[in-house]
Nanobody
Framework: QVQLVESGGGLVQAGGSLRLSCAAS????????MGWFRQAPGKEREFVAT????????YYADSVKGRFTISRDNNKNMVYLQMNSLKPEDTAVYYC??????????????????WGQGTQVTVSS
């Protein structure tokens, strides 16, 4: 298993930016893909972005493509989500997750085996 701790959430005005961080510990970080999901009140958890173990491949939900960027630093056991041009509909709890299956860019919740506790992002209009 791997332990994941998110940080960087907060309150921001529409059009602003935030950078989420996720610190991983436990298993060898560079061996698995990482992803970000979010869950708004009353809604199901939805995929946001994923990055392969090497960082060479990424995949985004259409709703965030062009605005969000996922990246990772395998030397620091960190994964990041840079969020620009934020919209009120981006308001949610954001979770990072680790995928242990041999999938380059997993995107389904079932592909991921470990989850963080989440960090709240609130975008005001």
């Amino acid at each position: 298993q791997v332990q994941l701790v998110e940080s960087g959430g907060g309150l921001v005005q529409a059009g602003g930016s935030l950078r989420l961080s996720c610190a991983a510990s436990g298993r060898t970080f560079s061996n698995y893909a990482m992803g970000w999901f979010r869950q708004a009140p009353g809604k199901e958890r939805e995929f946001v972005a994923t990055i392969s173990w090497s960082g060479g491949n990424t995949y985004y939900a259409d709703s965030v493509k062009g605005r969000f960027t996922i990246s990772r630093d395998n030397n620091k056991n960190m994964v990041y989500l840079q969020m620009n041009s934020l919209k009120p509909e981006d308001t949610a709890v954001y979770y990072c997750a680790a995928a242990f299956l041999p999938i380059s860019v997993p995107y389904r919740p079932g592909d991921f085996g470990s989850w963080g506790q989440g960090t709240q992002v609130t975008v005001s209009s």
